[in-house]
């Protein structure tokens, strides 16, 4: 989603996920279950687990980059995501700016959200429920009982190509990314909770003590 250290791209991206109990009967296409969703999800916390794979010249299926980890979001713009394994890392966004957090070098990247988000795979969960202002949306058919849409971004200033995005009875249950160079980002979510109360504070960065700062 946003790019950080590491090869770990955020969904803000990218996300297989089970949204539990979207409030919402049975869809005819992927599209429409993804306006719904964009439409009723304004917050939502829960676990999620991120890998990279990549096809061999043998045809094998290369995995790379396991993390896993937490994240919230309150829409537009506020989200939290933190890689717990191999690696704590945080994204932190307040509306505005957003904070990368490196625990290892106890170091902090500020930047400011708009030119970050743009049309990131993280804008499709975090930012407006605009989604067609910045990716063009396809329906993609049903593979294993999800329906999928296709999303490909229409400004060229993002490293992602496209984005599928699959849904299975009305709620959201597989993401994938692909970038320029063969590699697909899937993430798989848990434990979602569904426009839980977010006050806006919750998403205030508090800078970690004597770490370093960089802005970007």
Do not use: C, H
């Not at 250290?5 to 803000?12: D, N």
């Not at 829960?46 to 096809?55: A, L, P, R, S, T």
């Amino acid at each position: 989603m946003l790019g950080f250290k590491r090869g770990l791209p955020l969904i803000a991206g990218a996300v297989g996920v089970t949204l539990a109990a979207l409030v919402a009967p049975a869809y005819a296409s992927g599209t429409a279950q993804l306006k719904a969703f964009a439409a009723q999800v304004k917050s939502a916390r829960g676990e999620f687990e991120q890998k990279q794979v990549k096809g061999q010249q043998d045809g094998a299926m290369k995995v790379t980059n396991a993390a896993s980890g937490m994240f919230e979001f309150s829409r537009p713009g506020r989200f939290i995501w933190r890689y717990v394994k191999p690696y704590d890392q945080l994204l932190q966004a307040d509306g505005e700016t957003l904070y990368i957090y490196d625990k290892d070098l106890n170091q902090v990247t500020e930047r400011k959200l708009g030119t970050s988000l743009g049309a990131s795979p993280a804008a499709i969960l975090f930012g407006s429920n605009d989604i067609e202002k910045n990716f063009t949306l396809k329906d993609a058919g049903v593979k294993n009982g999800i329906d999928w849409v296709e999303l490909k971004p229409k400004s060229q200033d993002t490293q992602f190509q496209r984005v599928g995005i699959g849904f299975r009875d009305g709620n959201l249950a597989a993401m994938e990314l692909y970038d320029a160079f063969g590699n697909v980002t899937l993430l798989t979510f848990d434990k979602i909770q569904k426009n839980p109360p977010m006050p806006a504070d919750n998403f205030k960065f508090t800078m970690p003590k004597g770490a370093d700062l960089i802005k970007g």
